[in-house]
């Protein structure tokens, strides 16, 4: 089955710094490749998703990049804000019949923004 | 529009006890996930409903798990007997189906599970 693998575990940044959280995945069939933010105690929120056919996509101050020879897939926050804070789990999947989208998650990666 | 919600929000039993989870989709979501996170690890697949029929099981972990979903509205996922190894969060989540957005998936705020 598929497997992914996120890294760092932890990254903290100052306010206005750069974030990128990278991932791997094993599963060359996968099509799918959505980043979920949650906040403490709150739901885990789609931010932005990609996929196969697309290598960049941007939305503000969020971007991910696809490399799909290599299987991975990055996050980028650009103008980091104490708001940013959050655990970030990136996922893969592949539509494996029908409309399951079934995903694999990372680990996670706990963001901490300090003004 | 009323997002995916999940009752209860936090759940403390015993070993040995019954505990059923509920999941109220969004509207008109006929596909419906479970999903779970242990303690510091990955947020796992349990299993998908299409409206009211089991589309994929594979993840649930054995069988004192049983998720039902009547008449293709809510789900419920029961937990007999709970062992101490199935404390952890267990999400839910929904998507529009079939079609376009099929594959964004809007998650529930989690139960959060505690077997003591």
């Known amino acids: 089955g598929e497997n992914v693998e996120q890294h760092p575990s932890t990254l903290s940044v100052q306010e206005g710094d750069s974030a990128v959280i990278k991932c791997t995945y094993s599963d060359s069939a996968s099509n799918y490749f959505p980043w979920y933010k949650q906040e403490l105690g709150k739901r885990p929120q789609l931010i932005i998703d990609?996929?196969?056919?697309?290598g960049e996509k941007k939305d503000q101050r969020i971007a991910v990049t696809l490399n799909k020879t290599a299987k991975h897939f990055s996050l980028h926050i650009t103008e980091t804000q104490p708001e940013d804070s959050a655990v970030y789990f990136c996922?893969?999947?592949?539509?494996?019949?029908?409309?399951?989208?079934?995903?694999?998650f990372g680990k996670g990666t706990l963001l901490t923004v300090n003004p | 529009e009323a997002g995916v919600t999940q009752f209860p929000s936090h759940s403390v039993i015993e070993k040995g006890q019954t505990v059923t989870l509920r999941c109220d989709p969004i509207s008109g979501h006929d596909n419906l996930y479970w999903y779970r996170r242990v303690m510091g690890k990955e947020i796992k697949f349990l299993l998908h409903f299409v409206k009211e029929s089991k589309q994929d099981e594979s993840g649930m972990p054995n069988n004192r798990f049983l998720a039902e979903r009547t008449g293709g509205t809510y789900s419920t996922l029961k937990v007999q007997p709970a062992e101490l190894e199935d404390s952890g969060v267990y999400f839910c989540a929904s998507s529009q189906g079939p079609g376009s957005g099929m594959e964004k998936l809007f998650f529930g705020s989690g139960t959060q599970l505690s077997v003591l």
């Open positions: 996922a893969a999947s592949r539509n494996s019949g029908g409309s399951n989208y079934k995903l694999t």
């Open positions: 990609i996929r196969s056919n697309v």
